[in-house]
């Protein structure tokens, strides 16, 4: 068995904190969370947790007793919650646990580091197949690893795109340590005073996806109108599809969307639903879905 080394993630996540605490303008709040990252990541140096730095800002864990799972140390949005909690947003897990059965079809747009497709590819089993986008070129070399490491390459298709309205090229708002919250459009990165640039290409679900889908999950932080507009076939063959999707009032703001007018464009298609904290589905309470925090969605063909 491998000897458990988080030795040099400790010293990498330190090494963050105090350069990020030592920039005048940086954001207080990401600051404090580096240094509760830090304190995590000594409580998992002590615990003895089945983690296990790989090098190259990698670390690599087990989750859901299920499959392991590559991360970025860099990263303070996703990486700290799969390394100490063994899971990623737990509603939209459970959600997904309902829904997904073997032999369906699932895209997940915005994969990540591949969390969800890794568990849908758990889910559909050798007779299902799973489509996986994530354009950012770092997540989306972790996300090919970990289809690599579960050895999943015979249900899960992965590619390099992002999904809107038409292909192009285009440059996208990042940051290495927001993994979660690479945007065209949402203004997150921008405020931590990291914001970098990369270019990336789109594509549309239509010129990818060619058969029926079952099952879809979407976050890609204020781009989901653009998706729907780029999948108007795959929705034509697909009368039973169920769609886990984030809603972000803000970045669809940035994006040049009103939320309300989003809102009631899904409703004419589909009956929508919220998705609490704990995995319940609730009726839409428009005064809450439309604030400023983001929500989860559940979306069934009308």
């Given at each position: 068995?491998?000897?458990?080394d988080?030795?040099?993630?400790?010293?990498?996540?330190?090494?963050?904190a105090?350069?990020?605490?030592?920039?005048?303008?940086?954001?207080?709040a990401l600051?404090?969370?580096?240094?509760?990252?830090?304190?995590?990541?000594?409580?998992?140096k002590?615990?003895?947790?089945?983690?296990?730095?790989?090098?190259d800002?990698?670390?690599?864990?087990?989750?859901?007793d299920?499959?392991?799972i590559?991360a970025?140390?860099?990263?303070?949005?996703v990486?700290?919650?799969?390394?100490?909690d063994?899971?990623?947003?737990?509603?939209?897990?459970?959600m997904l646990?309902r829904l997904?059965?073997?032999g369906?079809?699932v895209?997940d747009a915005g994969?990540?580091?591949?969390?969800?497709?890794?568990?849908?590819?758990?889910l559909?089993g050798?007779?299902?197949?799973v489509?996986?986008?994530?354009?950012?070129?770092?997540?989306?070399?972790i996300l090919?690893?970990?289809?690599?490491?579960?050895?999943?390459?015979d249900r899960?298709?992965?590619?390099?795109?992002?999904?809107?309205?038409s292909?192009?090229r285009l440059?996208?708002?990042?940051?290495?340590?927001?993994?979660?919250?690479?945007?065209?459009f949402?203004t997150?990165?921008?405020?931590v005073k990291?914001?970098q640039k990369?270019?990336v290409?789109?594509?549309t679900?239509?010129?990818?996806v060619?058969?029926?889908?079952?099952?879809?999950?979407?976050?890609?932080e204020?781009?989901e109108p653009?998706?729907?507009?780029?999948m108007?076939?795959v929705?034509?063959r697909?009368?039973?599809?169920?769609?886990?999707?984030e809603?972000?009032p803000?970045?669809?703001?940035?994006?040049?969307?009103?939320?309300?007018?989003?809102?009631?464009?899904l409703r004419?298609?589909?009956?929508?639903?919220?998705?609490s904290?704990q995995?319940?589905i609730e009726?839409?309470?428009e005064?809450?879905l439309?604030g400023?925090?983001?929500?989860t969605?559940?979306?069934?063909k009308?």
């Open positions: 068995m491998p000897v458990m988080v030795n040099t993630l400790f010293q990498a996540v330190g090494t963050l105090e350069n990020a605490a030592a920039q005048a303008d940086f954001n207080q600051a404090s969370r580096l240094i509760e990252l830090e304190k995590l990541v000594r409580s998992l002590q615990q003895g947790s089945p983690t296990f730095y790989a090098g800002h990698l670390a690599v864990t087990r989750v859901l299920d499959f392991f590559y970025d140390t860099h990263d303070v949005s990486t700290p919650h799969l390394l100490i063994g899971e990623w947003e737990p509603h939209v897990k459970k646990l997904i059965r073997p369906m079809t895209v994969a990540n580091f591949g969390y969800f497709t890794m568990l849908a590819a758990k559909t050798p007779d299902g197949r489509y996986a986008f994530e354009p950012h070129p770092r997540n989306f070399e090919q690893m970990n289809v690599a490491v579960n050895w999943y390459h899960v298709r992965a590619f390099p795109y992002a999904l809107l309205d292909a192009k440059e996208m708002h990042t940051t290495p340590i927001l993994a979660g919250g690479n945007s065209f949402s997150q990165v921008e405020a990291l914001d990369v270019a290409e789109a594509k679900v239509d010129e990818i060619h058969e029926r889908v079952d099952v879809m999950k979407i976050d890609v204020g781009s653009f998706v729907f507009e780029g108007k076939d929705l034509a697909s009368p039973e599809i169920k769609i886990v999707m809603f972000n803000p970045a669809l703001k940035s994006a040049g969307k009103e939320p309300k007018q989003f809102l009631d464009w004419d298609g589909f009956t929508v639903e919220m998705l904290q995995g319940v009726p839409v309470d005064q809450v439309l400023q925090y983001i929500h969605v559940v979306l069934t009308a």
